[in-house]
């Protein structure tokens, strides 16, 4: 009984002093990883790790050029004056 109540405790504790996870692109990733690792061989785990990392850098790369052509677009505010 002690022990389910101290993880019960030091779960409660890490999720109330833990920071948000922006994890963009990870849950597609792990999903579709996670997949072709259990045909590929019965590495699911290792396969969704690997696609959620890939997933996350994919997503990155994608808001780093939206936001790029976003400025890029965007009236010069120096040239309205």
């Given at each position: 009984?002690?022990?389910?109540?101290?993880?019960?405790?030091?779960?409660?504790?890490?999720?109330?002093?833990?920071?948000?996870?922006?994890?963009?692109?990870?849950?597609?990733?792990?999903a579709?990883?996670?997949?072709?690792?259990?045909?590929?061989?019965?590495?699911?785990?290792?396969?969704?790790?690997?696609?959620?990392?890939?997933?996350?850098h994919?997503?990155?790369?994608?808001?780093?050029?939206?936001?790029?052509?976003?400025?890029?677009?965007?009236?010069?505010?120096?040239?309205?004056?």
């Amino acid at each position: 009984m002690r022990k389910v109540l101290f993880g019960v405790v030091s779960l409660g504790l890490a999720m109330a002093f833990s920071a948000p996870v922006f994890a963009a692109g990870c849950l597609k990733g792990a999903a579709v990883g996670g997949v072709a690792g259990h045909v590929a061989g019965h590495h699911g785990v290792v396969g969704a790790a690997a696609g959620c990392a890939i997933g996350h850098h994919e997503a990155s790369k994608k808001a780093k050029v939206a936001s790029q052509a976003a400025a890029a677009s965007a009236p010069d505010a120096a040239a309205s004056k």
